[in-house]
Structure formats: structure tokens, C-alpha cells
């Protein structure tokens, strides 16, 4: 609290353009004499005065932190404190943990999609690529696998020579997936297996990683937008993100939810929501707006008979996409989220006063 010290000549500079007046000095404020000759401050203007010292100081750092709350808006999307991991998607894949690696269980469309998968992330990448080493050419790449489970893509992408590390949300697949790491000595080094979500690891891996890769998991998040910004974030510029997922469309309802987990039992009841699923368009028009250039976008499709998949022209059903991260990513300023009023005086203020100036900068 102030107590009847002289203000700061920036302090009063600072209060005089806020349009309050301050006086600089006590001896501007109306003083009487007491009974031993001492001057003093009348209590009535002490009181009054103090009273606007404090609603000049509150107006003007709620001020300040509208604006810091403004420019950071973008990132609390991918704080720890909200999460894309819905908790009972966590539910459903933690009863089906056991069976990541039985080739012919429920994760055998997942076994056979590496067929076109692994080789659609390795060319891509190696088109950004002029060096590559031979039988290892993801050598010296680091990749995050983004809802690894078990680890089915993570050990392709780490024979292939890149530097893997595998996130999942569900503890028991993180679990497994380290398990079934330990039979090849190879990937001991290349490999490393969190359990997390991806919101949880993305302050300390910013601008890390030269690809993400997002498969079969877009469809069990619950705020793409969010999950999308958390990616460009972790991306290096330049970087890639591939997405394999299922496009919304009666098609993928009638042959994704109820012919694969109702009648045929390819895949356990309850995995898909047909909600989630989201279209070639609007994945599309997600990943512009948050920084991320749509290269490639390819349909997959699935034959239950033979256990394959195949690439095809026609995205209704299943699809693979290739974006990059741009270089640089616009982000609205704080002046342009606030009223034309307020821009106004935000800016007087700021012209004629180093503390503001010096506020706004930090």
C-alpha cells in the first residue's frame, strides 16, 4: 500500500494519462496543521485518493491481462489442463490391450493397413529428404506416433531406421507395446514408449519432431481442432503429419459401424462413433487453418475376405492424408480482439507511457 511516499514521476505519468489526475506530489494534496504544528493529510482526500490510486492500478492490469490471455488464447488449446483424450475411449481400448499383436484378432485390419501405411510415411518423408542411408532410410528422423497402442506402426517406423517415440493415453498398451519391444534388440535404442496424451508432452517437445503420425486416431478424439493445434505445435517447420481416419458418410456407417462390429465382428461393438468421424473436406479445412498444408489425400479400402487393404480414388469409406507444417503461422494480435474503442485507448495509453509500453512487451 502507499503510504503518503512521493509517486514515481512514471507512475504519475502514467495515472495523469489514464485520466485520473494524480497529484505528484503530497504537497499538491490539501494538507491542514495540527495542534503541534505538523502538517498532515486531510483523511477524507487520503481516502478519496487512495480509492483512485487502486481503480486506476485494477483497470489498467485487467487491461494487461486480457491482452496476455488474448495472445496465449491459441496455446491453452493444447494445455495440460483440457485434454482431446476421451475417457471412454480409454475404457474400450484398455479391455482390448491383450490383443495388440494377435495378428489374426480384432487389430488384424490394423496388422495388414502397415502394408500401405509404413510405405506412404516413408516415401513422403523421403521426398523431403535428398540423404538417406540404405536399408535405414528414416535415419537421423524423429517421429512421434501419436495413440501408438500397442506399438503396431511404432516398430516399422524404428526398423526403418528412424527415432520413434510411441504415445498413448492407456497405460496397459504402453505396457505391451514396451514388452513386445524387447524381443528385437534393435529397437532399443530407437524406440521410447510414454504413457501420455499428446496434450501432456507438447511444451517440452515443441518444434521436435520431423513427422507425426496420427493413424486410426482422429476418430476417438474429442476436440480435432484442438488435437491439430497440439500437432502443428510439435512439428518442426517443414514437418509432416499423416492421418489415416474414416470419412463421415453413410457408406462408413453402414459398413465401418454396422456390418464390421454388428454382423461381421471385425471390429469389437462400441469402437467407432460414427459422430467422430470427419471428412476428407473438413480435415482438410482443420488442418489449413491451423498452419498445416494438405498435400496428399487418398482413399483405403478394406476387404474382410482376403484380410487387405488397397489404395483407391474413392475416400467414402477409409483415407490417408499428408500435410506440412508452414513455416510460419499467423495468429491474430490482441489489438484485433478487442472493440475499436478499446484499440483506441490502448494505444494512446501506450504512446505516452513507458510503464504500458514496457507491460505490453513482456
Known sequence: MWRGRKLSSCGVRFLETLGFGYPSTLAELPLR??????LQIKPWVFIEHRTMWFRAYRMTFSCLTRIKSYRSS?????????TTVDSNEVKTFLALAHKWWDEQGVFAPLHSMNDLRVPFIRDNLLKTSANHQLGKPLSGMKILDVGCGGGLLTEP???????????????????????HKSFDPGLRKRIEYRACSLEEIVEETAETFDAVVASEVVEHVIDIEAFMQCCYRVLKPSGSLFVTTINKTQLSYALGIVFSEQIAGIVPKGTHTWEKFVSPEKLESILESNGLSVQTVAGMLYNPFSGYWHWSENTSLNYAAHAIRSKVQEHPEPAELFSKRETEELSANASTNPCVCEELKK
Open 33 to 38: 496543521t495540527s495542534w503541534s504544528g505538523n
Open 74 to 82: 491459441w496455446k491453452r488449446l493444447c494445455s495440460t489442463s483440457q
Open 157 to 179: 517406423l524404428g526398423r526403418l531406421g528412424a527415432s520413434v517415440i510411441g504415445i498413448d493415453p492407456v497405460d496397459e498398451n504402453i505396457k505391451i507395446a514396451q514388452h
